[in-house]
């Protein structure tokens, strides 16, 4: 039959693919906060969706360690603890320095092309202020150190993470134009030492970066000081 494949029923498992994608990206983009309980009547109306795919979609990000599933309880967005950005920190540098490392041994044209690109993304959404264009961006940035490494256990490994690191970023970066301004500088050093193999001024400069985005999320999780401040 010539026109099967658009007789063909989309398979189930599609849905909840979709479901899961658009979940995982409004929490990554801050639609949610830290913490925040998610019905699952709620996001099936949202989602114009039954209930199933919403349930499949949450045990996947679940196990992203995005949302935290509590029997009897419901499921909520997850909530770290400054120990848990610090892991997420310490992960994030050992394992993008040597993704990177990795991408400009095996694929230097096509990886710097796409920083490149990744940058350009960064400038026109800071001009244009568009926050949520900005933090996707960022993220692209640097999921490319992984996307040419060329070594699948790396790719996997930080895939698991992913999620996690891009919504500290959001929650760091969203609300202070300052942040995104030094952020973007930050990057484009970066994407400028990897194209010229300057070793050691990337380490220094991804050293300066992941540890400027810890001293951040400390000061905003940090509980306030018996004179309120932080």
Request: charged share 30%.
């Amino acid at each position: 039959m010539r026109d099967s494949d658009r007789l063909r029923l989309e398979h189930p498992k599609a849905l909840t693919s979709m479901v899961t994608e658009r979940l995982r990206q409004a929490i990554i983009d801050g639609d949610f906060q830290l913490g925040e309980s998610m019905s699952e009547d709620q996001l099936s109306a949202v989602f114009g969706v039954s209930r199933s795919p919403v349930r499949e979609a949450l045990k996947a990000l679940e196990f992203e360690g995005l949302v935290e599933v509590r029997p009897k309880r419901g499921s909520f967005i997850f909530a770290p603890s400054i120990e848990d950005v610090e892991e997420l920190c310490e992960f994030r540098l050992i394992a993008e320095t040597q993704a990177a490392i990795l991408s400009m041994r095996r694929a230097p044209d096509a990886f710097t092309g796409a920083l490149d690109k990744a940058t350009g993304a960064m400038r026109n959404a800071l001009e244009a202020g568009d926050d949520r264009g900005y933090g996707r961006a960022d993220t692209a940035f640097h999921k490319n150190f992984f996307t040419f490494c060329g070594n699948r256990l790396v790719q996997d490994a930080y895939q698991l993470a992913e999620g996690r690191i891009a919504t500290i970023r959001t929650i760091l970066t969203a609300p202070n134009k300052e942040q995104r301004e030094l952020s973007f500088s930050e990057h484009c050093m970066i994407a400028d030492a990897l194209r010229e193999r300057n070793w050691d001024r990337f380490q220094e400069l991804m050293s300066e970066h992941v540890g400027r985005t810890m001293r951040g999320v400390r000061s905003i999780l940090s509980p306030p000081s018996a004179g309120g401040s932080r």
